[in-house]
């Protein structure tokens, strides 16, 4: 399955791509900032908006250290630790995507309140009661074992600490389209139901304090997006093909196709350890 995730994620050059990126939007990458970088590096549903929400409803603090499971190129990280003072620490299985993380962490200016580990969500290399919150932001569509990973995010939380927990949930006897952004096949694809995700996360010992179903958003999003002539376009989804390969625009019509014919759902999850 690692080999799996890290095939259908890793490439080389992604940060030179991103920064080639920001230099033909008229930005100067070398004098980058982490907000040149939204555009490129939040690589989940509804993008930077989902982040804002999100990491607000968290509310990390300025003496807290956070976690980012699935930290990707480190967009996530770097808005907390831009926008709290927060101390982050990501951790991927892509190596790829961790040399991104810190290339582009160094330029902003941020290494010394951001970090990033390649390593396996399910088997962390940090000790217990490590950090005050965590976000784990659209990753658990490729664990099969959901609540073994909730369990190691719990177990490296202090007690108390809070968890953002976002991803795509499947429906009983429905079969989304392939690909998708997070699988091209059904073997990386580990969707779970609703209840099934509510019953691991229980069982890895978590307390759920709000569940929000966010699929009206993201389907809202796509559409806003499509009205305002953005699908293709540089400034939208054209960004995260430079991310996350050519074939990325199909995968996220798919996404949303199967939300608008009820075979998926977008859930968002805060917990307490």
């Not at 080389?12 to 100067?28: K, P, Q, W, Y």
């Not at 982490?34 to 989940?44: A, C, N, S, T, V």
């Not at 907390?80 to 810190?102: E, M, N, Q």
């Not at 582009?104 to 969500?121: Q, W």
Request: hydrophobic share 40%.
């Amino acid at each position: 399955m690692s080999d799996g995730v890290t095939q259908h994620y890793g490439s080389t050059g992604i940060a030179e791509r991103v920064l080639a990126a920001v230099a033909a939007s008229g930005a100067d990458p070398g004098q980058l900032r982490p907000e040149m970088l939204f555009p490129y590096d939040q690589l989940h549903a509804r993008e930077l908006k989902a982040t804002e929400e999100h990491v607000a409803w968290l509310a990390p603090r300025p003496d807290e250290h956070v976690l980012d499971v699935g930290s990707g190129v480190g967009g996530p990280a770097r808005f907390v630790a831009a926008k709290t003072s927060a101390r982050v620490t990501g951790i991927d299985l892509t190596p790829d995507f961790v040399a991104a993380a810190r290339s582009f962490t160094e330029r902003c200016g941020l290494a010394d309140r951001v970090t990033f580990e390649v390593g396996n969500a399910l088997d962390m290399p940090f000790p217990e009661a490590t950090f005050d919150a965590a976000i784990c932001q659209y990753v658990a569509m490729n664990v099969a074992g959901k609540e073994g990973l909730a369990r190691e995010i719990a177990r490296v939380l202090k007690p108390g600490g809070r968890l953002l927990w976002s991803e795509a949930v499947g429906i009983e006897g429905r079969d989304p389209p392939y690909p998708l952004p997070w699988a091209r096949s059904p073997e990386t694809n580990h969707l779970t139901t609703e209840s099934g995700l509510r019953e691991a996360l229980e069982r890895a010992g978590l307390t759920i304090l709000e569940w929000r179903d966010e699929t009206t958003l993201q389907v809202e999003h796509a559409h806003e997006a499509r009205r305002a002539g953005q699908t293709p376009s540089p400034e939208r989804m054209m960004a995260n093909q430079i991310v996350m390969g050519d074939d990325f625009l199909d995968r996220r019509r798919n996404y949303i196709a199967g939300l608008e014919a009820g075979a998926l759902k977008g859930i968002a999850i805060l917990a307490r350890a």
